[in-house]
């Protein structure tokens, strides 16, 4: 593991002994980065927090590849109550981390106001914070297609204020992905549900507006391994086209 030096962009890990943590794993997309983390033999340490735990291994699940090692993850039932900036509980927990992965999200149609900006930016900048104070050095948040600071739509500016806010946190290297609607068979089809998931496969076939769940989870982990967007930006940003293009390289 490794401590964080100088906040310059950084590069691609070439460790074959990473950690990782991850919050928002038991969503749809969160259980598709663990099960992109299961395969990936350079990730030795991965700790999963979150309220609760899961069956992570899912055999039934067409997803779950055979040969996924799920013996490296920690699953640790934390007190969100306690996740403040400040917070001694969550900065020791958060110590020691390479990379740091943001999945946990909340649909804000089905949830209050103040739920929504609590999940989404208030423990995400502190997460972020926390970890880069304990050595984190590339920090993944899980944004969306809709996010941006001029939308029309006060979930979508509100995230793409976030995700700014977040940019300005110094860490070595930071990746904000924004997928448009995540396909995935877990957590009963996460968003949209499975209804919803059958129907978009049908009508998006080119994925214009939709992305694999399980591409989705492969690309972030994967780009633990690539070098950054721009060498001398410490923040970059994937679209869900850029998404879907690399999903379609690895099918050649």
């Not at 590339?138 to 793409?160: D, I, P, Q, T, Y």
Request: glycine share 10%.
């Amino acid at each position: 593991m490794h401590c964080s030096g100088n906040p310059t962009v950084m590069d691609a890990n070439s460790d074959n002994n990473l950690s990782a943590f991850v919050f928002g794993y038991t969503g749809g997309v969160g259980r598709c980065i663990v099960n992109a983390l299961a395969v990936e033999p350079r990730f030795k340490k991965v700790t999963l927090f979150g309220r609760r735990t899961v069956d992570l291994e899912e055999k039934d699940k067409k997803s779950t590849a055979a040969s996924a090692d799920f013996t490296k993850f920690t699953q640790d039932v934390v007190d969100f109550d306690k996740l403040t900036e400040d917070s001694e509980y969550f900065a020791e927990k958060l110590k020691g981390f390479d990379v740091g992965i943001y999945a946990l999200g909340v649909n804000p149609l089905k949830t209050d106001e103040e739920t929504f900006q609590r999940t989404t930016r208030g423990w995400l900048l502190a997460i972020a914070k926390l970890a880069r104070d304990g050595g984190c050095r590339h920090f993944h948040r899980m944004s969306g297609a809709l996010v941006n600071e001029n939308s029309w739509w006060k979930f979508g500016r509100f995230g793409g204020e976030t995700d700014a806010l977040l940019g300005k946190i110094s860490y070595p290297r930071i990746s904000i992905y924004k997928p448009a609607t995540i396909l995935t068979e877990f957590n009963s089809g996460g968003m949209v549900g499975p209804r919803g998931v059958s129907v978009m496969r049908l009508l998006d076939r080119f994925r214009w507006w939709s992305v694999e769940g399980e591409t989705v989870g492969q690309f972030l982990v994967q780009n633990c391994f690539t070098k950054p967007k721009d060498a001398n930006n410490s923040v970059e940003v994937f679209t869900n086209a850029e998404i879907n293009r690399w999903g379609k390289l690895q099918k050649k």
